[in-house]
C-alpha cells in the first residue's frame, strides 16, 4: 500500500502545483489566445479538476479505503491527456498543451498499478 499511497500523494501534489497555477495565469492565456469567451468555462475546469487533485491527496493517506476511486481518477488522467493529443493532431491547439498534459499519461498508468497493488478493505462481517 505504501506505492499508491506515494503515487497519489505525488499526483495531488503535483496537480495542485500545475492547476492551481491556472488561478492566476488568466492574463498569460488571454495574452496568448486573446479574449476569454467563456470564463466560467475556464474557471469552471480549473476549480472541478483542482479539487480532483485534493481527492488524489485524500486517496494517499489511505488507498484501501478510497480504491474503488482510484480507477475514476486515472480515467480523468488518461481523458485530459488523450484529449489533448487528438485535438492536438487536429491542428486545433498548439504542441505545448499535450507536452503540459503528458505527465496525466504516466499518472494515469501508475494510478492502475496502484489500484492493482492496493487491496480492497475487508468487509466486517454482519
Not at 499526483?11 to 489566445?33: C, K, M, Y
Not at 476549480?47 to 480515467?75: C, D, E, H, K
Amino acid at each position: 500500500m505504501t506505492f499508491a499511497k506515494w503515487v497519489f500523494t505525488l499526483g495531488g501534489i503535483w496537480g495542485v502545483l500545475i492547476i492551481g497555477s491556472l488561478f492566476f495565469l488568466e492574463p498569460v492565456v488571454v495574452a496568448q489566445t486573446g479574449p476569454l469567451s467563456h470564463p466560467d468555462t475556464y474557471y469552471g475546469f480549473a476549480v472541478s479538476t483542482f479539487a480532483w487533485q485534493l481527492g488524489y491527496l485524500v486517496i494517499g493517506r489511505n488507498p484501501a479505503a478510497y480504491r474503488p476511486f482510484m480507477l475514476l481518477g486515472a480515467a480523468g488522467k488518461l481523458g485530459y491527456a488523450g484529449f489533448c493529443w487528438t485535438l492536438y493532431a487536429q491542428g486545433r491547439i498548439p504542441i505545448t498543451v499535450p507536452a503540459i498534459a503528458s505527465p496525466d499519461l504516466l499518472l494515469a498508468v501508475l494510478f492502475v498499478v496502484a489500484w492493482l497493488k492496493t487491496r480492497p478493505l475487508t468487509q466486517p462481517a454482519t
